[in-house]
């Protein structure tokens, strides 16, 4: 499957009224086998987020006949968001935060 580099929009993060749309627009310019990603926070906004992604991907799916796959992660303690995954991670030493450059 393909897997792209992208980083999620800020109108992602905070929905506009267009949003569907942009979101339905940037899915339409993945390639067929694409694997979209959704990493939102486990918190009501986040779970709205992974349906209205979700639906944006189905839609593009029907429309175009390709294949898209759809992931979600989040964390799994619900209200948590990953801000405070990754932190705690780090601090405990169970992962290690690196910079590439």
């Known amino acids: 499957m393909a897997r ?7 109108w992602v993060a905070n929905p506009i ?28 906004a ?6 209205m992604v979700r639906l944006a991907v189905a839609t593009v799916a029907s429309r175009t006949g390709r294949s898209l796959t759809f992931l979600v992660h989040l ?13 705690r991670a780090a601090a405990s030493g169970e992962m290690k935060v690196t910079r590439q450059c």
Not at 17 to 44: C, H, W, Y
Not at 46 to 51: E, F, I, P, Q, T
Not at 75 to 87: F, H, I, K, S, Y
């Open 17 to 44: 009224p267009n949003s569907r749309s942009l979101i339905q627009l940037t899915i339409t310019k993945l390639p067929e086998g694409a694997e979209i990603v959704a990493v939102f926070d486990a918190d009501e």
């Open 75 to 87: 964390p799994a303690r619900d209200g948590e968001d990953w801000n405070q995954v990754l932190q």
């Open 46 to 51: 986040g779970r709205m987020l992974v349906s």
């Open 4 to 10: 792209t580099g992208l980083v999620t929009p800020a």
